[in-house]
């Protein structure tokens, strides 16, 4: 039965990290958009409860129920986002909506890594269409989305093409990879320290000035997969699965956390590159670096020194990796983030 009246209230809770920033995003504009929707206008109220309720992205729909309990929520509509990736047979699940318990539940992952905001948006407009039994609400890409019959209600599916491509990206976007470099500043210190040597030897200038494109690409991709492969064997960040079943899910998991760790790595990288362009370019004099190398030097050069200084000092970080502290790396792992949360 379609709700009446003029006041009517959206309770979005979230898991803590991204969903909890879009669900508080989206509760700032939603009363406005759903008001402007209905005709003639009705008042609407959105509130942002942050707390996580799905442990295991296996959970069947209705336990997801009986662990949010909308029934005892006051708002007319309780939609629960989460970044765990749900799937059905291994298709991505977008959201699973039930009109009788007032509920939606939407998986934040399976939107991809582009437009997040504005898909996740129309995703809680879905839901309140279907809670609300209003047709006029639903958006126009719903038509888009594959939907099936549940018990508890309906579940709407990603749309076709690169659907499993799609929650990966969104898996690791939901690991904000770029932080990674925040939470790894004692492996920056041992990398500029390592670069620092390596750069008062006239022997690297040499071998940055022979080394030629394809040895400086080798000794990059070399060295950002000894530092990955360090950071998961040193923090244990690889999910072995205990049974059959869960091999689908592990290789999900490990994906997502070697992607983010490589794109975190690679940052590094950058950085370090530019960091040891800029030192290489105020210490080391062309006078000295020309006699050395026995030619004229030139801006190339000194990109290329810098080139072979940032991979050595990625290897260096390597070893400073183990200085860290399990959580600030720990956090780029997809289902050990997801243990930490109902940890603490």
């Known amino acids: ?51 996580p309720h799905l442990r295991d992205e296996q959970a069947a729909f209705r336990e997801v129920i009986a662990s949010v309990e909308p029934s005892k929520e006051e708002a007319d509509v309780v939609i629960y986002m989460t970044d765990l990736p749900r799937r059905e047979n291994r298709l991505p699940i977008l959201a699973e909506i039930s009109a ?39 958006p126009r890409s719903a038509a888009r989305l594959d939907s099936t019959e549940i018990r508890e209600g309906v579940r709407y599916f990603a749309p076709r093409g690169l659907r499993r491509l799609r929650l990966l990206a969104g ?23 390592s670069g620092a040597l390596a750069l008062a030897t006239d022997t690297i200038w040499l ?7 394809w040895r400086q690409c080798a000794t990059t991709v070399l060295s950002i997969g000894a530092m990955v492969t360090w950071l998961i ?7 072995r699965p205990t049974s059959p079943a869960e091999r689908a899910r592990s290789t999900l998991y490990n994906l997502a ?23 290489a370019k105020l210490t080391l004099l ?20 810098a080139w072979l200084l940032a991979s050595i000092s990625t290897v260096g970080g390597a070893l400073g990796s183990g200085l860290e502290d399990d959580d600030g790396v720990r956090t780029a792992a997809y289902g050990v983030r997801q243990r930490q949360r109902f940890d603490e």
């Not at 129309?122 to 809670?131: D, R």
């Not at 064997?233 to 999910?239: F, I, R, V, Y």
């Not at 062309?286 to 020194?305: A, C, I, K, M, R």
């Open 1 to 51: 039965m379609a709700l009446t009246g003029r006041n009517f209230t959206v309770l979005l809770i979230a898991d803590p990290g991204v969903p909890a920033r879009l669900a508080k995003r989206i509760a700032e504009s939603l009363p406005h958009d759903l008001s402007e929707s209905t005709n003639p206008p009705e008042r609407w109220e959105a509130s942002v409860r942050v707390q």
């Open 100 to 138: 009788e318990h007032r509920f939606g539940l939407i998986a934040v992952a399976g939107v991809g890594a582009t437009l997040v905001a504005r898909r996740v948006h129309e995703l809680v407009i879905l839901a309140v269409s279907v809670v609300t039994e209003r047709p006029g609400l639903k």
């Open 233 to 239: 064997l040193d923090h244990e960040l690889w999910e």
């Open 257 to 279: 956390t070697l992607i983010t760790l490589t794109i975190g790595v690679t940052v590094l990288h950058v950085a370090l590159f530019v960091l040891m362009l800029v030192a």
């Open 286 to 305: 062309p006078e000295v670096f020309s006699q050395t190398l026995g030619h004229p030097v030139s801006t190339n050069d000194y990109l290329s020194l």
């Open 171 to 193: 898996m690791v976007r939901a690991n904000r990879p770029w932080r990674l470099v925040a939470g790894l500043s004692k492996v920056l210190v041992v990398a500029l320290g």
């Open 207 to 213: 071998f940055a000035d022979t080394m030629g494109l």
